[in-house]
Every structure is written in structure tokens, then in C-alpha cells.
């Protein structure tokens, strides 16, 4: 029961915030733009649970309203990187010398840049809110799946398995589509599911500087990032976000290992 109890905690903890993401209603019938002057800066009470912020705007109902858009990004941001890794693993492992050097040296490029400053350029050419986030995290970790899917390839495609597809006339496509992706996506499933933690805590950021959903919309970072100014008068504005993050993070992180440790 202890070994589990780690999962089974992380489980609620997703589900509740899953559930928060498709219908905040269920669990706070208030509203996360209604302002009112005369509740700004109010402590955690039993109205209002989590304080309110410097608006009157309650920081609980901001918080479930913000589990939306800031999932979106983990999730979004690593679903597109999964695709366009694998896109570029398989292009690599199967379209030949030339065409491999070529892929991996733009994914090396890639890796060699730091990630913020990747993100930063693409947002400002781009422009701030979560469409765009999520591209920048896209853009700068789908070389990191580029080069496991190849990796598992250039062994998949030697196996003899795929050998005596071959050998009965399949054809490339099938190959590919029957044997090669379902054995190379089994790892990238684990890693991926890891890594939604890491996308998540990089919208955040991103969120953070202001480049993220722009205000009043909700989202973890931006609360974040408007709760430091009043951090010594109303430290609960910066502080259950910065929590929700961090438990929505580790509970991915959990679940991911749990999943690694069945997939090994």
C-alpha cells in the first residue's frame, strides 16, 4: 500500500485537475474576471478559500479556470513535438544517408540553442498567447523525440521481423505503419508522458514573463507572475499557483515513472 500510495495520490491529484480543465464549473460556481475593489487582497476565508488578489477576483476559481490553458500548453506543446520528432526520426532512419545527415544535423542545431532563448525568438516573431507557446516548446524539444524514434528505428528496421515482411512483399508504407512505429512509440509514450511535466512547467514561464495568454485570462504562470508584487502583503496569490503547478507537475512525473517502470 505505500509503494502505491505515491501513484494512487497522483492519480487524484490529474483527475481532479482534468476535471477542472473540461468543466470548472463542477467545482467553483464563481467567476475568474469578477473584480470587486472592496474584496481585493482578502486572506484565505471560508468565502473565499484560496484569498482573493489585488482586483477582488478570487484566487481559487482563477486557479480551476486556469487548469485549461495551462494543461493545453503541457499537453499541446508535446503532442505537436511527438508528431514532428516522429516525422523527423523516421525521415532520418528510412530516407537514407544523405537525408539522415541532413535531418540530424538540423536537430543537433536545434539541441545547441538554449531552449528559453529558442522560445523567446519564436514568440517574438510571433507574438505572445498559448498558440504560440506552445509552438515555441514544440519547436525546441521534437529533436529530442527526433532522435529517439531514429535511434529505434535504425534497430527496428534491421530486425527479423521486419526482414520477413519484406522477403513477403509488403509494401514500404505497410512496413512502416505495421512493425516499425508500433515498436519505436512504445519508449517515445513513456518519454512523452514525462516530458508533458516539463512542457507545462515551460508554458508556465513563458507565462510568467508575460508571453503566455494575456490578461485577465487565467493561467498558472501569469498568476504567478502578478502575485510576486504583492508577495509580503498577499503572499496566497503567488503561492497556490505556484503549488498547483508544482503538484500537477509531480503527479506527471509520477505517473510517467509508474508507466516506464511497466513498459521495462
Not at 33 to 43: C, I, T, V
Not at 103 to 129: F, H, W
Not at 184 to 189: D, T
Amino acid at each position: 500500500m505505500r509503494r502505491h500510495a505515491g501513484f494512487t495520490l497522483a492519480t487524484v491529484v490529474l483527475a481532479l485537475m482534468t476535471l477542472a480543465a473540461l468543466a470548472p464549473g463542477l467545482l467553483t460556481g464563481g467567476d475568474p474576471g469578477g473584480a470587486d475593489a472592496l474584496k481585493a487582497l482578502e486572506g484565505p476565508s471560508a468565502d473565499h478559500w484560496f484569498g482573493t488578489d489585488a482586483n477582488g477576483r478570487d484566487v481559487f476559481t482563477r486557479i480551476v479556470y486556469g487548469a485549461g490553458p495551462s494543461l493545453l500548453a503541457g499537453l499541446g506543446a508535446t503532442a505537436l513535438a511527438v508528431v514532428a520528432g516522429t516525422a523527423l526520426g523516421l525521415l532520418a532512419a528510412l530516407g537514407g544517408r544523405v537525408l539522415d545527415e541532413l535531418v540530424m544535423r538540423l536537430v543537433e542545431v536545434v539541441l545547441a540553442l538554449p531552449t528559453l532563448l529558442l522560445a523567446l525568438l519564436v514568440i517574438t516573431v510571433t507574438g505572445p498567447g498559448t498558440v504560440n507557446v506552445i509552438l515555441a516548446i514544440a519547436l525546441y524539444t521534437a529533436p529530442g523525440y527526433a532522435r529517439l524514434v531514429r535511434a529505434q528505428t535504425m534497430v527496428i528496421k534491421r530486425a527479423g521481423f521486419v526482414e520477413a515482411a519484406v522477403s513477403l512483399g509488403l509494401s514500404r508504407g505497410r512496413i512502416i505503419w505495421r512493425h516499425v512505429l508500433p515498436n519505436a512509440f512504445e519508449p517515445l509514450l513513456v518519454l512523452a508522458t514525462i516530458e508533458v511535466g516539463t512542457a507545462l512547467v515551460a508554458a508556465a514561464s513563458l507565462s510568467y514573463l508575460g508571453l503566455g495568454p494575456q490578461p485577465p485570462a487565467p493561467e498558472w504562470g501569469a498568476m504567478l507572475s502578478a502575485g510576486r508584487d504583492y508577495f509580503s502583503v498577499a503572499w496566497w496569490i503567488a503561492v497556490f499557483p505556484g503549488v498547483a503547478i508544482t503538484l500537477t507537475v509531480l503527479s506527471i512525473t509520477v505517473a510517467g515513472r509508474r508507466l516506464q517502470r511497466r513498459v521495462a
